[in-house]
């Protein structure tokens, strides 16, 4: 990371440890600290390398330095260094470390042939059996003499096809092409790995370079590139620059000419040579394991051709294999989804012919349909959204066992990424979640089973800050939805770090027990809602609850104190509603059902910290209630009126009024036609963030959309339907 200022070089490191991880392998940062060379540095070590980097005090380690920074540390002198290309690949070779990504490797400079000007990279390549992955050396370097060089020092060189047909260039680090052919193209990370385990098996001690290209959406245009360049290396040779001196330079007038292009190209690159990289070490593992046998399960991991009801090794349930692009699913994201992943079963009782009772009958077997799919409540959400066009990253907990891969193979076919999932160690009795779902002849639930232990775990048991965060800052989401699967501490650390970057938070309560986790104080963390939380500094902007989950969450506030609060009655009482003939107006907009419940009357006394409640009453239809901000425009437009039901004062500042409107639902189906009720709600909440983030500006302007989304759910089986996807909010 020596090219990336501190602190950028730490958020980036780390990033790249979370894109191995992601990606089924685990990362080994590679440094000296204190004059000890370390394989794996940990997070504290990485910040003291880098920050010394920064002030100049770490040296720049070769092949050559190694015993001199080393022998120093012996000798009572204590400094840092980053290691080059060969640096590493002396140190990983030791630790029995197969494949290297990098960034760029170095070669022979322009008029090498006089100045003999060679980076000891090219000669470690002829010397030490690591395959080194990059995006070629970089592109102010002489490429024809710098692959020459490697030829003279058998060094196997491809380039990986990307997806192109035949001959391809040896990329140009900033861009994808540089005029010359590569010596061999690679088809894709399995090809990579075989070759790699082939040597190893020959008398041959040379290492291996394979050429990934920039991605093609950061590739700068050649003739660009080569203009920035050729003025670059004129102002080098003008200023002096020579030796090691050289390179920082050339690039700091690289980055100054391509007005800042050359480093989004570079943080594109490295990113995608550590995804390549990672992707080919878990191939050859896989390889390792079968003894060199090739077969489907050890092709790539971006085929997703991974069979649930296949054999799987004890090593392949440590891999985390994720979709083609998931580089691209670490840039911006519209929505972040942090919840269950579950293994779903639903087994839905068929009664013998001519029996008339719909139920099935308890302490004995019961004839059923049975299906299996992916579930959870945070994976209906994401796959819902997804569905509707948004994009979307995933964040949720499975354990090292079979259902974990299975999960994470249904998850790569359906086209989510799994480079937010988190992988936890059967030492943590971590068991992937599994939800049993007994339903009579209507359909209708009768009981459920659900094992969410892996979801109750503390926070100290989870990477959240240099997993989940890193991932949320690097992707810098519209919205956070979080469902309430989550322990009290973890589900109010998901809603903090979402406000600390800005998102907006949508809370799933899931369950009438769980719906209280939002006012739940823990051990580890505050309430996710408390008394400070109060508009305009709520925590949660929008909740689903069902009737009875409002209920709850409302008894919750209650018993917590939050309707006693400062805040609290601040907002109640700028709302301007007046209690004569309150009922009377409330049953107008609504029902007489739904005011004898007294579910208007709870969601506007949970207005002043969740200011938009969305209220799913099944047959009933949704209830949307909403505190205004003064200058709305529903406050003052006619078609808005009927569902106004107050107004503040025109001087208050912080609210404008209260919206409550209730709609019908989009369908009644008949029995018959109701094939699964599991994942309705969720796909409605989906819809309504999905809508949001692409530019809805009222709630109320996606919800017949999220109906009719639900209701095609409802007559689905398994979870979500794919048949939304041909619904769009314009």
Known sequence: MARFPYPESVALASLLETVVRANGGIPATIGI?????KVGLSAEELIELASTAESKNALKVSRRDLGYICGLGLAGKRVHGGTTVSGTMILAH????????????GGVHRGGENSMDISADLTELGRTPVAVVSSGCKSFLDIPRTLEYLETEGVCVGTFADGRAGQVDFPAFFTRDSGIKSPKVIQDEAEAAAIIYAQSKLPVSSGMHFANPVPVEQSIPKQEMDEIIEEAIRL??????????NTPFVLSKIKQLSGGKSVVANRALVEANVQRATRVAVELAN????NGTLNERHMPAISGDVRADQATSETELKLNPTTEGSIEALDKVDVLVAGSLAVDFSCDYAPPAGEQDIKPISDTSNPANIRQSLGGVGHNVAIATKYLGSSVLFCSLVGDDLSGRAALSALQKEGLSTAGVQILPASNDARTAQYVAVNDARKDLVVAMADMGIMELPGKNLDFGNFWETLLSR???????????WSPGVLSNWVSVAKKHGARVAFEPVSNAKSRRLFSRSAEANAAISPSTSVPNHAISLATPNQFELTTMYMAARESGLLDSDGWWRIIDAMGMS????????????????VDQGIPQQSIQLLPYIPCLITKLGSQGVLVTQLLRPGDPRLTSPDSAPYILSRAAITDELIGGVYLRLFPPAAVLPDEEIVSVNGAGDTLLGAVISGLAKGAKNVEDVIPLAQEASLRTLKSPGGVSSDIASLRYV
């Open 33 to 37: 600290l204190n004059g000890v060379a």
């Open 94 to 105: 030791l630790a029995g470390v197969r494949v290297f990504g990098t960034g760029g490797l």
């Open 236 to 245: 080098a040779e003008v200023e002096g620059r020579q030796g090691s001196d």
């Open 475 to 485: 992707t810098k989401p519209q919205w956070v939805i979080v469902d309430a699967n």
């Open 287 to 290: 390889l390792e394991q079968s």
């Open 579 to 594: 209690s004569a003939g309150a009922r009377e107006r409330l049953v107008a907009m609504t029902s007489n059902h739904l």
